[in-house]
């Protein structure tokens, strides 16, 4: 069953200043290494989007004719590969997806200086074109939490979910450690694994946390309260130049 990206932009725009648009697991597992959110939050949050790709199947149980709960392999939404789709190119398909898709939402939403609003879009277009490259041999499903919904509601193809679940987490977690060197790792555990990484980065970061520290044109940061999107944990600006002189003024999303 394909993912559609509409759904998707739909989902990060309506969730972004509740949660910062975490609706993947492998997108969370992301944060977390990279320190964009803690450990306990990315778990509760893990936790959360799983129940609701379960709540998501459960009503699909109780709407479309002929569903039912514990159907087996035929229940609607159920992943699974195409006739000839070995388990290692699955694990293939679903790591390189996962990780262009958790590689754009660092590129456009965590990552200095973000896309802003316009963030969703450009990751709903990523996932638009994974859907055209593997919908005839994985189905799609981009999201372990999407992977696993159907499973559990209608216990079909466990013999392959757990493959996609795994393949997506080790996708996702090697965006992050890509991302860590291009957008900043701010773990304490991953710097110290990262030596590329300075200390002046981290302090940085550290910094822009605990203190409003003002911009470097000495045009004070607008307050969280104001950011119209603060996506993924991400502490990206979006810069405005003025339409006079040379300051440029930023506001965190």
């Not at 466990?158 to 773990?187: S, T």
């Not at 309260?225 to 990206?236: E, R, T, V």
Request: aromatic share 8%; with cysteine; charged share 10%.
């Amino acid at each position: 069953m394909p993912n559609p990206p509409d759904n998707v932009v739909l989902a990060v725009y309506i969730t972004a200043n509740i949660s910062g648009g975490h609706v993947n697991p492998a997108v969370t597992l992301a944060a977390m290494l990279t320190g964009h959110i803690s450990i306990v939050k990315g778990l509760a949050f893990i936790i959360f989007q799983i129940s609701g790709a379960c709540l998501g199947t459960l009503m699909i149980a109780g709407l479309v004719p002929g569903s039912y709960v514990g159907m087996g392999n035929h229940g609607t939404g159920c992943f699974t590969t195409a006739p000839g789709v070995s388990l290692g190119m699955l694990f293939g398909w679903k790591a390189v997806m996962t990780f262009v898709l958790v590689s754009v939402v660092y590129a456009v939403a965590i990552g200095d200086p973000s896309f802003g609003a316009m963030g969703p879009l450009a990751i709903g277009l990523s996932l638009l074109a994974m859907v055209f490259a593997g919908l005839n041999y994985t189905g799609t499903a981009i999201n372990p939490a999407h992977a696993l919904g159907p499973a559990i509601v209608f216990h079909c193809h466990w013999d392959k979910v757990w493959l996609y679940v795994i393949a997506e987490c080790v996708g996702g977690l090697a965006a992050g450690l890509m991302a860590g060197p291009l957008y900043g790792a701010h773990a304490p555990c991953l710097v110290s694994l990262l030596p590329w990484l300075t200390n002046e980065e981290e302090q940085h970061f550290t910094a822009d946390l605990e203190s409003e520290a003002p911009s470097v044109t000495g045009l004070s940061r607008q307050q969280d309260a104001d950011s119209p999107l603060q996506l993924y944990g991400g502490k990206g600006k979006t810069v405005v130049k003025q339409a006079e002189g040379q300051h440029e003024s930023t506001s965190e999303v």
